[in-house]
């Protein structure tokens, strides 16, 4: 699986767009992008997916540069509840979807 | 969406001893896996529970140490055996379900 770098900490006013960058120039054609979010304590969350267009759902919207090397999450108004950590995985789909976590981004939202 | 539900919920065990954590999800899924969570740290696979066959194992994890059942589709074991103090983790179990993985509450797991 190819690998994904992201920052390790980001701060967020509540209310305000959160924009979660993600690198991952060894991605293959055939690789997805997802984005997971894990609050403290608790189990991984799925957040979005995409291969190459980009993508919303009432989460978060994903968005995939055309050379698809890289992509940003994008939380629109966040709140404080959005605070955790945020793994951008590229993976395959289907019988080869495992997930390679990486470190991640500890993202907090603040007042 | 799947839900998965995990037993237990924590333990604390002591070194030598063995522990299995159920995993119970209430729908029919192709695939379920097992991943550790050591403190501090992110999420490492340990296995993909296969139905009907012996779990695949990643790299650093073998069977003997951690053997997996999965007896049908909607409910996996992960028994952690002999353990020692380095066990100590959150072990959680996941379903692959059309395109995305959802994830257990997970076990948390302290071996003195």
């Known amino acids: 699986d190819a690998k994904t770098t992201q920052p390790p900490s980001m701060d967020c006013a509540e209310g305000r767009a959160a924009n979660l960058p993600c690198n991952h120039s060894t991605i293959s054609g055939n690789e997805y992008v997802y984005w997971y979010r894990q609050i403290h304590s608790q189990g991984p969350q799925y957040i979005i997916h995409?291969?190459?267009n980009n993508e919303t759902n009432e989460m978060a919207s994903l968005i995939i540069t055309e050379d698809r090397k890289s992509s940003t999450l994008i939380l629109p108004h966040a709140t404080l509840r959005d605070t955790a950590v945020y793994y951008c995985?590229?993976?395959?789909?289907?019988?080869?979807?495992?997930?390679?976590f990486g470190t991640g981004t500890r993202l907090q939202v603040t007042l | 969406s799947a839900v998965i539900s995990q037993k237990p919920s924590r333990d604390i065990c002591q070194r030598g001893t063995s522990l299995t954590i159920q995993c119970q999800v209430d729908s029919q899924v192709t695939m379920m896996f097992w991943y550790r969570q050591q403190p501090g740290q992110s999420l490492t696979l340990i296995a993909t529970?296969?139905?009907?066959?012996?779990?695949?194992?990643e790299s650093g994890f073998v069977i003997d140490k951690f053997p997996i059942s999965r007896p049908n589709l909607t409910f996996s074991t992960l028994t952690v055996s002999n353990m020692s103090p380095e066990d100590s983790s959150i072990y959680l179990c996941s379903d692959y379900s059309g395109g995305e993985q959802f994830f257990g509450p997970g076990t948390r797991l302290t071996v003195l």
């Open positions: 995985i590229v993976s395959l789909t289907g019988t080869a979807s495992k997930l390679t």
């Open positions: 529970a296969n139905q009907g066959s012996e779990a695949t194992y």
């Open positions: 995409g291969l190459k």
